[in-house]
């Protein structure tokens, strides 16, 4: 079942401004992962964030997560055009059964 | 390295017949698992395996059938199509099952089921 959900489900924005995705998740997590999916394409990992961090930075990625509200948010700066993809967050447990659980996605617009 | 690789890209099929959705991977990871992805269901995880003889089941696992005879090779066997199964189907392999480890993701074969 999913664990995280992606907010907005859509969001369209031009060249050269921010995009900001959300991501709240139910359960107790270890780690949390942000994926991007273009048209067609399978998923690429973006970025991975453990439950004892609270932000990390890849390049124009910047995420946070937050435990005590159960959410995190991914953002890029100075989006391009070529950013317009669908982002998934994906959130994983520990324990025996540990499994990566994706969202539902959301997807964003760059307009150049 | 081709990374993770499945084939065939698009397949249709009739109700009832049965085929072999095939993944490859040649980074010699120990997981591996099958995704199905449908509009605004996200993604869900079939079956998957830890390593080479062990399998497991997802959470939508009904109607499918996995074997990992090899470290390389994990296919996904399809009993008797239903039109529900009408889905993409993403294949995808991690170093090990810890759930931290990046997943690297298959281009995907999109089913259609008639």
């Known amino acids: 079942s999913q664990q995280g959900e992606e907010d907005p489900q859509a969001l369209s924005i031009q060249e050269g401004e921010n995009a900001t995705m959300n991501c709240s998740y139910k359960t107790s997590i270890n780690n949390l992962q942000w994926y991007r999916q273009n048209s067609g394409r399978g998923l690429v990992h973006l970025i991975l964030i453990r439950s004892n961090e609270r932000e990390k930075h890849s390049g124009r990625l910047r995420v946070t997560l937050d435990t005590s509200k159960k959410s995190s948010s991914l953002l890029i700066t100075a989006s391009r055009a070529a950013d317009t993809a669908s982002y998934f967050c994906?959130?994983?447990?520990?324990?025996?059964?540990?499994?990566?659980?994706f969202g539902k996605g959301m997807k964003l617009t760059v307009n150049p | 390295n081709a990374g993770v690789t499945q084939t065939p890209k698009f397949q249709v099929l009739k109700t009832g017949q049965s085929m072999t959705l095939q993944c490859a991977q040649d980074?010699?990871?120990?997981?591996m698992s099958w995704y199905r992805q449908d509009p605004g269901m996200g993604l869900r995880l079939i079956h998957y395996s830890v390593g080479a003889g062990i399998t497991d089941q997802g959470e939508v696992p009904n109607g499918y059938n996995v074997s990992r005879s090899t470290t390389e090779d994990f296919p996904l066997r399809l009993l008797s199509a239903a039109p529900s199964q009408t889905s993409v189907y993403f294949c995808?392999?991690?170093?090990?099952?810890?759930?931290?480890?990046?997943?690297?993701f298959g281009p995907g074969t999109r089913l259609t089921v008639l």
């Open positions: 995808a392999s991690s170093l090990n099952r810890l759930s931290y480890n990046e997943q690297f």
């Open positions: 980074m010699n990871h120990e997981y």
């Open positions: 994906a959130t994983g447990t520990q324990g025996g059964s540990e499994k990566l659980v």
